[in-house]
């Protein structure tokens, strides 16, 4: 079955603590992205990144870090976590040319205290 | 600057009828539009696509249409369902050309669509 998955699903930390949420995709596909959903401003994109070690900033990455070391893997690495960065998050996958949009995962809920 | 923009918070319909929700955006390199459906606790999920080079794609119950001059569109669901009610997005991308890469979207502040039994 074809899939994106996100872990973990739920996460309350504490400011300033380092932490990782992953993203794997099982469909071969070249493109990844990180987007946060925030109230009354839908999905902005964090990062994407084109293919293994290709990365770029989207529209929000102050406070972001990713990488792309395998084809199938796409962490967000938050070093110091802040109270604005409280959000739901959402990983997604694409191929190169497809009319069929991207594959999201379920989405991360990341409380900051 | 909202390049996006869905006006309409939410929308009810009664299950039979035709839901329409709207999407209007600013930006002229925009060539290619995609709706997604998102339920609550779920990713996002493709609904339908629509290329700059068009001005109406169907799927079923699902039409897109596009009005370039107006930079609006819409989607069209009828009959509507109860199982359609959800939050809708609207997202765009720019200088992908045909096709649709859709590695960099820009997403509307979504439609909440409830179908009434």
């Known amino acids: 079955e074809a899939q994106v998955t996100q872990n973990p699903r739920y996460l309350i930390t504490v400011t300033g603590k380092k932490l990782t949420v992953t993203c794997s995709q099982n469909?071969?596909?070249?493109?990844m992205s990180w987007y946060r959903q925030d109230p009354g401003l839908g999905l902005r994109q964090i990062y994407y990144s084109m293919n293994v070690e290709v990365t770029d900033k989207g529209d929000v990455p102050e406070g972001y870090k990713v990488s792309r070391k395998e084809k199938r893997n796409f962490p967000l690495i938050l070093e110091s976590p802040s109270p604005n960065q409280t959000s739901l998050y959402f990983c997604a996958s694409s191929s190169t040319w497809t009319e069929k949009g991207a594959f999201f995962g379920q989405g991360t809920r990341l409380t900051v205290v | 600057d909202q390049q996006v923009k869905q006006n309409s918070p939410s929308l009810s319909v009664q299950e039979g009828r035709i839901s329409i929700l709207n999407c209007d955006y600013t930006n002229s390199m925009f060539d290619y539009f995609l709706w997604y459906k998102k339920y609550p606790a779920e990713g996002p999920t493709f609904l339908i696509s629509?290329?700059?080079?068009?001005d109406k794609n169907e799927d079923g119950r699902f039409t897109v249409f596009l009005n370039k001059s107006a930079k609006h569109l819409s989607l069209h669901i009828v009959p509507s369902q109860p199982g359609d009610s959800a939050v809708y997005f609207c997202a765009a991308s720019a200088g992908q050309g045909y096709g649709g890469a859709t590695n960099k979207l820009i997403f509307g502040t979504g439609t909440l669509l409830a179908v009434q039994p």
């Open positions: 469909m071969n596909h070249e493109y």
């Open positions: 629509i290329s700059s080079i068009k």
